[in-house]
């Protein structure tokens, strides 16, 4: 009686498998059905490749054995994916203070607890008010527990977070005034000496109010434009 050949269409692969850090097993089935009776037993055949690790490709191979009652061998390939990670950096909303902000931090998700970052710098910076787009930077690497590189095992995303910054608020600013205006008979300006908030030198606005020609007191009214918003008053005297 002559062996039976083993066959591609005996065996049938299954699963979708994504590295996970451990050693993972294949799902598979050798049949061959005669007769509506299984003819194919566990000790007609060996196997090899039917477990993996990292990320990669794998060939499973069923190879009969010598006692057996089938002969040749049938492969097929399966593979483990890259596991995602998403790396986000910080976004936030910061108000204008003259000297620019600046956001470092990010957060991960989907790496396997014990692996870790290294070699990645995030940073988002402004100085004006505005959107600025983050930015990565360094040469990225990924480490489990034992510092063993894993970069090949992780497909990684970087999505850039954004650092808004808005307008300082003028609304109660401490408005300083030059000298003392003096009756004269002719239109006269009140000088601004300064102009802050919240610690901070306004530096541009517009005024409104601030001319007169009778003597008395008047209300001016200072503008926030360009990195400032809002309105604060100040009376003054002639």
């Known amino acids: 009686i002559v062996k039976r050949a083993l066959s591609n269409g005996m065996l049938n692969v299954s699963g979708d498998y994504v590295y996970n850090g ?12 005669v ?48 596991r995602a990670v998403t790396v986000t950096g910080e976004s936030d909303v910061r108000e204008y203070n003259r000297y620019g902000h600046e956001l ?37 690497h990924i480490h489990d527990m034992y510092e063993i590189d894993q970069d ?3 497909e990684v995303t970087l999505v ?12 109660s600013a401490s408005i300083d005034l030059g000298s003392v205006l003096v009756y004269n008979g002719q239109e006269q300006s009140v000088n601004i000496a300064s102009v802050s908030a919240k610690g901070i030198i306004v530096l541009t606005y517009d005024v409104e109010g601030n001319t007169g020609t ?25």
Do not use: C
């Open 214 to 238: 009778e003597a008395g007191t008047y209300t001016l009214k200072v503008i926030g434009t360009g990195d400032y918003i809002g309105e604060a008053e100040r009376t003054w005297v002639i």
């Open 104 to 140: 470092n931090g990010y957060t991960v998700e989907g790496l396997i607890p014990g692996h870790h970052f290294a070699g990645l710098v995030y940073s988002a910076t402004g100085i004006h008010v505005g959107s600025y787009l983050g930015e990565f930077s360094g040469t990225l």
């Open 35 to 82: 007769d509506g009776v299984q003819a194919i037993h566990y000790t007609d055949y060996t196997v090899s490749g039917d477990s993996g690790k990292g990320a990669g490709t794998y060939t499973l191979t069923i190879v009969a054995t010598d006692g057996g009652n089938y002969s040749g061998s049938v492969s097929k390939t399966w593979s483990i994916g890259k």
């Open 160 to 171: 850039a977070g954004t650092l808004d910054i808005d307008p300082l608020d003028i609304t």
């Open 22 to 33: 451990n050693d993972q097993y294949l799902s598979y089935v050798l049949s061959d059905m």
């Open 152 to 154: 090949d095992n992780y």
